[in-house]
Structure formats: C-alpha cells, structure tokens
C-alpha cells in the first residue's frame, strides 16, 4: 500500500478518471481497429501497440507528477523555438515535396517513429500563455503587455498550425481566448479581437470562394476540403433515405448509423458493425463506436468523465495560492475538455468534420504521450495544493494548541489567585490545622 501511495500521489479523482479513460480506451480501440486488423493481416497488432503507449503514457504521468510545479515554467524556453522550427519544417516539406497523408502535412518521422509537432506546439503555448498571465498580474487584472506577449506567440504557432490543420489551429486559439478571460485581460482588449477576427474571417471566406476550386494556391491546398466539409454542414436539403449517397459522405453516414442502432445500452463491446465502414473509427469516430457498443449510457458516461474532469481541475486551481499553477491547470483541463467536445459533437452530426481525435481514448502516438504529459501536471499542481492544505492543517493544529496552553495557564492561576484573597477561605484552612 506504501508504494502504491508512493507512486499514485495527487489528485485521487483525476487518477480515477485517467485510468477510466485508459480502460475505455484499451476496449473500444481494441474493437475499432477491425480496418488495421485486416490491412496488417496481425490481430493483436493494433491493440498491442496502443497498449505499449498508453503503459509509456502511464509511465509519463508518473514522471510528470513528481516534478515540482515550479519547473513547468521553464519548458517553453526549449519547446517554443523547437515547436516553431519543427512546424516550419513539416509544412515546407509537405509544399517541397507533396508527401502528406489524407492531403496534410502533420506528422514527422524520428527514427521510425511517427511524430506531430502541433501537440508539441499546443503544449509550449498553453504553459507560456499560463506563465505570462501569471507574471503580468496587477490590482486591476492582467497588464496590457500580457495581451501583446500573447498575441504574438499564439499567432505564430496557429498560422504555422492552420495550412494542414485549421481546425487544431481553432481550438488553440480559442483556449488561450477563455484562459486571457479568466486570466483578467480588459475586456476592451477581448472585445475588440472578436471583432477583429470576424471581419478577418469574413475577408478570407470572400477571398476563398473567389478562388477556383482546382487552384494550386501554397498553403491553401486544404481549401476544397475545408469549403466541402463546411457546404456539406450547412446544406438544409433534406435527403430521403432511400436516396442518400452512403458513399459521398461515408464517414457521417455511417457515424450516423452507428448511433442510431445504438439504443440505450448498445450493443457491447466489441460487437460494433459500422467500424468495418466507418474510416478513422478508431481515431476521429471513436465516440460514435463507443455510443453504438455502450449505448446511450457508455456515450453519457465518456461525456461526464470530460466535465469531471473539468470540475475537479476547476476545484483545484481555485485552491491554489499562486496564478501560475490555477492559470496552468485551467488551461490544461479546458485544452483536453474542448478537445474531447469538437470530436464528439463531430461525431453526433453538431460540428463539421474535423480531424481531432478524443483526448486519452483514441489511438494516438504523440497526442495520447502529450494528454498523458497533461494530466502528469495537473497532478503536479494537486500535489501542491494538498500540501497547503497539510500546512494549513498544521498550523490550525498549532493555533489550538497555543490557545489551549493559554487557557490552562490561566485557568491554573485562578484558585491562586482566589485563595490569596479570600479570608473565609483562608480562615477555614487555617481552623482545621489547629484542630488536627
């Protein structure tokens, strides 16, 4: 038991939901990965390598926990230019050479392994956006210079980020939007990049319809993509069923069909029948195997694990002495949480197509090692705020024991006290020596 508290320190809730993710996760990719099975020829291939990592992940959380809080704010001197170097890099190749998977230039490969340097990138920006909004706190919110540093850094990484994954460069932007909110920008300052961004995305829609479809644009090679996904979303026609192109958009169809033959418990594990159509079923359209194995309940179930999450990591900031740790922690937890909101409203038919996997449950190499990274620090800052608690423990403890003290101090003074000025008392005491 020692060891076990040893090494499972932190947040025991947070521990909880990281290991009910893990579990969800090792079942349902074990099922999904129908496609992989059949494309490998290796049964236990795909899970096997997804448990491998999520043991590493493991691995990394434990690691990550153990390090003291204070350390975190120095990893964007080393991931922030690294991140910027590794991004340029891959999105030059993907123009230089054309070699990119599903029409994006994402990933980079590291002695055989696959790697994403926009998780690494989300990860810098999260920790220098938190140390930045720490630092540049006053009486009346943040300094008007936070707004500047912050600006500059998550500008550069989303436009780096958008050519091949516009909608991983709209998810940063927008967490590190809430984390200025809650970190007391002016509001005049939030206000008017609303506004800002609104006639900007008005300008560029105007500008990309304007442009032909076949146009070999660098950098907007994704358009077709992006303007079908979102025709596709916002097209009010109605198609009877008996007319529907299963094949135009196979991946919503059969996302759709997986939900609707869920009913209220699902099917079971592993009994899926769409995640032999469905493409990405194991990644991006997990949530839509998960509802039609679980059901309605297994889908309500995931849903309350996210907002647990973000609760808890909600209650811990709130304990935290310090900006930095409370502004690390919402980050972090509102970075997993909308993540894990964009995939599953994609995949309930609420959001265009998007390629964001769900945080912890789908198979990933360098998104599931980073999640992992994510909740090692968040119970980095749990262990911190339990010990304040601890000390404020001790010295209430303390403070009784002094006041205690005192009271018996005093309360040993008054027979003296008493004795020395009565003379009936004295008197009596007196009376019975002679007797005796």
């Known amino acids: 038991m020692d060891l076990l508290k040893n090494i499972f320190k932190g947040d025991k809730v947070i521990w909880i939901i990281f290991l009910f993710l893990c579990l969800i996760s090792i079942v349902e990719v074990f099922s999904a990965a129908s496609t992989l099975t ?14 491998i990592i999520l043991m590493v992940g493991a691995v990394v959380v434990v690691l990550m926990h153990n390090i003291p809080y204070k350390w975190f704010q120095v990893f964007p001197v080393f991931l922030l230019p690294v991140s910027i170097a590794l991004l340029a890099f891959v999105t030059l190749m993907g123009v230089i050479t054309g ?16 790697f994403q340097p926009s998780e690494l990138a989300k990860m ?12 540049k706190q006053d009486d009346e919110g943040a300094n008007p ?11 550069l990484i989303c436009m780096l980020i958008a050519p091949e994954n516009l909608s991983t460069a709209m998810l940063l932007f927008g967490v590190v939007f809430l984390m200025m909110f809650i970190g007391r920008v002016a509001a005049k300052k939030l206000l008017l990049l609303i506004g800002s961004l609104v006639m900007a995305g008005v300008m560029v829609v105007v500008l990309l319809l304007a442009i032909p479809d076949d146009s070999d644009i660098p950098f907007l090679h994704r358009f077709d993509t992006w303007k079908s996904r979102i025709t596709n979303f916002t097209s009010k026609e109605e198609v009877p069923a008996a007319k529907f192109d299963i094949d135009k958009d196979a991946q919503i169809a059969h996302a759709r069909i997986a939900i609707a033959t869920s009913q209220a418990i699902g099917k079971g594990p592993g009994n899926s029948v769409q995640r032999d159509f469905l493409s990405q079923a194991f990644s991006d359209f997990i949530f839509a195997i998960i509802i039609e194995e679980l059901g309605l309940v297994g889908g309500g179930f995931v849903v309350c694990l996210y907002i647990w999450l973000l609760v808890r990591a909600g209650r811990i900031a709130q304990k935290c002495e310090r900006t930095f740790p409370a502004f690390l922690v919402m980050g972090i937890a509102l970075m997993l949480v909308s993540q894990a909101i964009l995939n599953m409203m994609v995949a309930v038919g609420l959001f265009p197509v998007t390629g964001q996997p769900l945080p912890l449950i789908s198979k990933g190499g360098t998104s599931t090692l980073i999640n992992c990274a994510y909740i090692g620090m968040i119970l980095s800052v749990s262990r911190y705020v339990a010990h304040l608690e601890e000390q404020k423990q001790r010295d209430a403890q303390l403070q009784l024991q002094i006041e205690a003290g005192e009271s018996e101090a005093q309360t040993a003074t008054e027979p003296t006290a008493t004795i020395l000025n009565s003379d009936a008392r004295f008197e009596d005491e007196s009376g019975s020596h ?3």
Do not use: E
């Open 38 to 51: 059949y494309k490998s020829g290796d049964h236990w291939g795909p899970i096997t390598q997804h448990s």
């Open 99 to 114: 070699d990119r998977v599903n029409g994006a230039a994402r990933w980079m490969s590291f002695m055989g392994l696959q």
């Open 124 to 135: 810098a920006v999260i920790i220098a956006v938190s140390f930045i909004l720490s630092k």
């Open 145 to 155: 210079k936070a707004f500047k540093y912050i600006m500059i850094i998550t500008g």
């Open 434 to 436: 002679r007797r005796s």
